[in-house]
């Protein structure tokens, strides 16, 4: 059986990576009244400009069941058997509803899964898939293979304000308001339940110490892969990865820095930095040793 992976494009693989292994189906951007595709019409650095000048209006919009269909009809059309589709958390988009709809009339078996992230908390559960699939893993140990690093997969970041995430609805009021109290700084994580709060601290420096300290628990003892990401922030992102080259030494299996894109972008922006990290199984912890 040959399977073919899908993920959508707020999964902001490196470019190291993006090697024509998944197909990205790309979300849309609506600046000013209108609408592109997000890292093919509209691009991050066009949405932190309009939302630091404050006067376009911003939003965006998951692809269409139609979009989706299109895209496992032209991967069944090539031969495959089945397709693994990993998309961001169904809590913060309706993107996953769209490619659940598509695949109840696609042409042949198509697994939807919920990545219960963003960025390369999609980007490394369908990196593992698309691994997993060249393999020769048939349907489900591709699926096997993406639900296994959401699992291990842990999504952190620090935005300097809460509003543009009130804005678009992904936190209530009484969350936002929390966040600029008394020049509280808040640090998130994304989970299956959408976005939470996981501390808040007095100011900026302190909150990217703090965000080091979480991605270091979340990684437990044993080899993890980290991607950084930021927005119009390439020093804090820098400052980030270089405090975790440090801090976690060998134990650093692999390490992506990149920018988010515009639909994440239009949510938090200007300043976001974000850590998502990784736990590689048991088998990496073993290649690992053999190294040393």
Request: charged residues 20%; hydrophobic residues 50%; negative net charge.
């Amino acid at each position: 059986m040959s399977v073919a992976v899908v993920t959508d494009s707020t999964a902001y693989l490196p470019a190291t990576v993006a090697d024509g292994s998944l197909t990205v189906v790309p979300l849309h951007v609506v600046l000013g009244g209108v609408s592109g595709r997000e890292g093919v019409e509209v691009y991050p650095a066009e949405v932190a400009v309009a939302l630091a000048a404050r006067r376009v209006a911003v939003t965006t919009s998951q692809p269409t069941p139609a979009e989706f269909g299109q895209v496992y009809d032209k991967l069944f059309a090539t031969g495959v058997d089945g397709i693994v589709s990993v998309h961001l958390a169904g809590a913060l988009s309706g993107t996953l509803g769209a490619a659940s709809t598509a695949a109840g009339e696609a042409a042949g078996p198509v697994e939807v899964i919920d990545s219960c992230s963003a960025a390369m908390g999609v980007g490394f559960p369908a990196l593992a898939a698309a691994r997993a699939a060249a393999q020769g893993e048939d349907l489900a140990g591709v699926r096997e293979a993406a639900l296994h690093t959401i699992d291990r997969t842990s999504t952190f970041f620090y935005v300097d304000t809460l509003e543009h995430l009130r804005r678009g609805g992904r936190i209530n009021a009484a969350s936002a308001l929390l966040g600029t109290a008394l020049a509280v700084k808040p640090l998130l994580e994304v989970s299956a339940g959408g976005i939470t709060m996981r501390d808040k601290v007095r100011t900026a420096a302190r909150a990217l110490d703090r965000l080091v300290a979480l991605a270091l628990e979340a990684s437990g003892d044993g080899p993890v892969e980290v991607a950084v990401h930021h927005l119009a922030a390439a020093e804090r992102a820098e400052w980030i990865a270089q405090a975790l080259r440090e801090r976690l030494g060998d134990r650093l299996c692999e390490l992506y820095t990149s920018e988010v894109g515009a639909v994440v972008a239009a949510h938090v922006g200007p300043g976001l930095a974000g850590v998502v990290v990784h736990r590689l199984p048991e088998a990496a912890q073993s290649l690992l040793d053999e190294q040393l």
